[in-house]
């Protein structure tokens, strides 16, 4: 085999430590965004490019003035208006039936209406809202009005002549065109803040994402090298002609050198793996949403296999659980990574190894993200041997990319070239319940960032935000339940 050229990675070397210069403040949390409360302010950027000037001078105690807003059209006075007295937007019925009764009998007859109703009483005794004395009053002799006919068409007729002698004067009036001024100008201070605080958390987010990109693109590259400086200590020159025929050996106690092209595969996916899917710590993190799973396989006995075990922070929680634990992979750099650690790590087939044990033998059998590398052949006997060997009581626990997620499942789910294809979480299930397994459990784990949900909330964005923000990945847990003895 040849060897990896000295000089090359004492250039590798040499541009990691100008970026470590260049970039030493590199670990430097940004902080947190806002995160809760995005949905929430996204909602009110919605609103008040809808709604403009809904912003009461003085929301405890609103003047008659505002709630018959008549510098704005009928559409907007009834979205101001359940606004106000109810905190919501109109529903479609509401805003038909409530548009009619201001076509026929007025705003103001509108207004008295809807102070009348229980809902808008309760929501304004909620908030503690003062309406005037004169308001209360008038919607007390509206509502006695309305209880006899006569008075009620007489009370129809008289309202809208009064209303349009009031507008007329407030129209002219200093005080109505000053209170308009002022509200529209703290309407539009509102909108400048809202929008200048999701700019300001939208480029939080962006800043916070490529750091972790940067941090973990730095730890893959110097995971890299660390690989090539410990093999090219272990490497001997072997002929030109003899390095297409070197094959993988395994034994205990080191695994032999593979060929020059697997080797910086197997380099690559290490970084890749440092990149995208997380630093190890994040990764034990999410690990750690399986305590319950290891705790009950624990009655079962004390010995686990990790098939795929990758860096290892799984087989790290194990042992520290109280498990015999050791690991496969058939990555020579993540076995390298793994036995440098101190962990029982080889460089192994996963059916072979289960192949190798005997029944009734392990508590627990754990595979994260292989199942979506395997064929379909490869996986169905995986499982059906993975019951052989499992204890009574004993769990299998694979996790996999979730497809519910539309986004997953359309694009993430291939930025790793040696994924086969998505497994749905239903098929998985099935596949555990026919080889014997029960109970299955599937369990979902790591929702998408808010900024992927759809800020609205129509039937359609609903129905939208339910595929785009399913978590993004699952797991299937069966357990190999004790057999039933015989009376």
């Known amino acids: 085999m040849n060897n990896v050229p000295e000089r090359d990675i004492a250039e590798l070397e040499a541009r990691l430590r100008q970026a470590a210069v260049e970039g030493e403040d590199i670990s430097q949390s940004l902080g947190e965004p806002l995160g809760d409360w995005r949905h929430r302010l996204l909602k009110h950027q919605v609103r008040y490019q809808h709604t403009p000037y809904l912003v009461l001078l003085n929301p405890g105690a609103p003047s008659i003035i505002e709630l018959l807003a008549y510098d704005q059209d009928n559409e907007h006075f ?178 032999a050198v593979p060929s020059t092209v697997n080797t910086q595969l197997d380099a690559y996916y290490l970084a890749f793996e440092d990149t995208f899917r997380g630093e190890e710590h994040a990764i034990s993190a999410h690990l750690e949403r399986y305590r319950s799973v290891w705790v009950s396989a624990r009655q079962a006995g004390d010995r686990a296999l990790d098939l795929g075990c990758g860096r290892g922070e799984w087989l790290r929680m194990l042992t520290q659980a109280g498990y015999q634990s050791y690991g496969i992979d058939l990555n020579s750099t993540m076995v390298a990574h793994c036995q440098e650690q101190g962990f029982n790590v080889t460089l192994q087939d996963a059916l072979a190894a289960l192949r190798a044990q005997p029944d009734n033998s392990h508590a627990l ?40 997620n539309l986004i997953v499942a359309s694009y993430s789910f291939y930025h790793d070239l040696t994924h086969r ?49 399913a978590p993004m990945d699952y797991a299937v847990v069966g357990t190999k339940a004790h057999s039933k003895v015989a009376v």
């Open 78 to 255: 009834l979205t101001a208006l359940y606004h106000h007295l109810l905190g919501r937007e109109v529903d479609p019925e509401g805003r038909i039936y409530y548009l009619q009764e201001t076509e026929h009998f007025g705003r103001l007859f509108v207004l008295l209406n809807m102070l009348n109703t229980e809902p808008v009483s309760d929501y304004l005794n909620e908030q503690g809202t003062q309406i005037s004395p004169r308001l209360l009053q008038l919607a007390k002799i509206h509502k006695k009005a309305n209880r006899v006919e006569w008075r009620s068409q007489l009370w129809q007729k008289l309202l809208p002549k009064l209303e349009r002698r009031w507008q007329r004067w407030l129209t002219h009036h200093a005080e109505f065109r000053r209170a308009i001024a002022l509200q529209r100008s703290q309407a539009m201070r509102q909108h400048l803040l809202i929008d200048a605080v999701a700019e300001l958390d939208q480029r939080q987010m962006q800043l916070q994402q490529r750091q972790q990109q940067e941090h973990a693109k730095h730890q893959g590259v110097w995971q890299q090298l660390a690989y090539l400086r410990r093999h090219q200590a272990q490497t001997k020159p072997a002929d030109a002609d003899d390095t297409a025929s070197i094959a993988v050996q395994v034994n205990d106690a080191q695994p």
């Open 365 to 404: 059998i754990t595979g994260f993200h292989i199942a979506e590398h395997l064929p379909f052949n490869v996986l169905f006997e995986l499982v059906g041997e993975a019951f052989r060997v499992l204890a009574p009581g004993g769990s299998l626990v694979l996790e996999t990319p979730n497809p519910e």
């Open 421 to 469: 294809n998505p497994l749905t979480p239903v098929t998985l299930e099935f596949l555990y319940q026919f080889h014997g397994y029960t109970p299955v459990e599937i369990k979902r784990f790591n929702p998408p960032p808010e900024e992927t949900r759809i800020p609205s909330e129509t039937p359609t964005a609903e129905r939208l935000n339910h595929m785009l923000c």
